[in-house]
């Protein structure tokens, strides 16, 4: 039986006052805080040990902070990163936990992606200083009517985590609207968020980042990463890092990562600190899926055991001399036009797309380069982020 392991970081809301305590006993662990805490310009110890709930539910501190904490327990996980790669199936992050996935998966480093969510934190909170705004959950209730109303009060669904978890997200008077007509047999909970996060709202916080990822390096995937935006299976570091910027202000789709890793095959899901959000949603979701919360440097060695158990080899050759163009998606691929073995691609050419019953979507080559080898055919059957079609890069 093939197995496949499912590496997942959480997003703001799940940091809970101390939770980096047990984890600064370990001296490289407090090391590396440190380094990363002169990256982003925060005290991240203090906050991640002595500060209270309210000061970490700072949107400036939250994100670096959970970033921080998710990269620096899988470094704890894999001291080799490299040792990862051909074992981890695939990596995904909810909202800002995207970022700590991209730096996972190789796309950016770790210091890069302190940068970014330093920036990203500050923009986002002076969004939120725009307009009164916020979000709550909506659990329970029938999805239709639950999304007929949020679009009845003007509300995004800015959060859609799955069956019964919907979290709106817009004006105080919009959110009171819903409290006052909420979905029959709905239940809502006010969360504590600085404002409507992956909304409309966050768009200056949009301009921000895209200005300052212009001059950010990325690389290549080196293990599948599933976008938080779509479910889709992104492969080309560009293509990431876009997302990363756009998601700000676009919904968080946790419900279509969830069927890409059905899609995949999923076996084990593992979520790094502090871990919780995500592994409760898929064990209420993905019925026979083992998960494991690693919460403390205490369960090292049993995560690892886990990692054992469900670490089978990845598909994608992360070689540097090849660049390999992925399936976004399960379903059927088809060519464009009849294109060759050596033929040489330009830049953002369309090869041909992966349909299912949610659509289509097409497989471009961004960077362009010469097909060295077709690994699969007009009309195959493909998984998430199987690998179509084998470049020889001519340009970055």
């Not at 899609?263 to 979701?285: C, F, N, S, W, Y």
């Not at 080899?313 to 992925?326: F, G, N």
Request: net charge negative.
């Amino acid at each position: 039986m093939e197995r496949v392991l499912v590496i997942v970081a959480p997003g703001q809301g799940a940091q809970t006052p101390g939770f980096l305590s047990p984890w600064l006993e370990h001296p490289s662990f407090a090391d590396r805080l440190q380094w990363l805490s002169a990256v982003a310009g925060l005290d991240l110890e203090h906050y991640g040990t002595e500060a209270d709930a309210e000061t970490i539910r700072d949107t400036a501190v939250a994100q670096p902070l959970l970033v921080a904490a998710s990269m620096l327990a899988a470094i704890s996980l894999y001291p080799h990163p490299t040792d990862a790669f051909g074992r981890v199936g695939a990596v995904a992050g909810h909202s800002v936990g995207e970022i700590a996935a991209a730096a996972g998966a190789g796309v950016i480093t770790a210091e890069q992606a302190m940068v970014f969510v330093r920036e990203r934190g500050r923009a986002m909170a002076a969004a939120s200083a725009i307009t009164p705004t916020g979000m709550t959950a909506v659990l329970g209730g029938d999805r239709d009517d639950v999304l007929a109303t949020l679009d009845r009060h003007c509300l995004t669904p800015a959060n859609d985590n799955g069956p019964g978890q919907v979290v709106a997200a817009g004006t105080r008077e919009q959110l009171q609207a819903l409290a006052d007509d909420p979905p029959a047999q709905a239940r809502l909970i006010p969360l504590s968020v600085a404002g409507a996060f992956h909304t409309e709202h966050m768009g200056p916080a949009v301009d921000v980042l895209g200005r300052l990822a212009r001059a950010v390096s990325t690389h290549d995937t080196r293990t599948r990463l599933i976008s938080n935006r779509d479910g889709q299976i992104v492969h080309s570091g560009r293509d990431v890092l876009k997302r990363l910027v756009s998601q700000v202000s676009t919904p968080v789709r946790w419900d279509l990562c969830m069927q890409t890793m059905t899609d995949l095959g999923v076996t084990g899901i593992l979520e790094m600190p502090p871990a919780a959000t995500l592994v409760g949603i898929a064990k209420r979701q993905l019925k026979g899926v083992e998960t494991f919360a690693l919460k403390t440097p205490d369960q090292l060695d049993e995560a690892r055991a886990f990692v054992d158990k469900h670490g089978d080899a990845s598909p994608i050759d992360s070689t540097p001399t090849w660049r390999m163009l992925v399936s976004p998606s399960k379903g059927t691929f088809t060519q464009s036009v009849d294109i060759p073995v050596d033929t040489q691609l330009v830049p953002g050419v369309v090869i041909g797309e992966v349909s299912n019953l949610r659509g289509s979507t097409a497989v471009l080559a961004p960077h362009g380069g010469t097909i060295v080898e077709w690994i699969v055919e007009d009309g195959d059957l493909v998984s998430p982020g199987q690998p179509i079609v084998r470049l020889h890069p001519e340009s970055e």
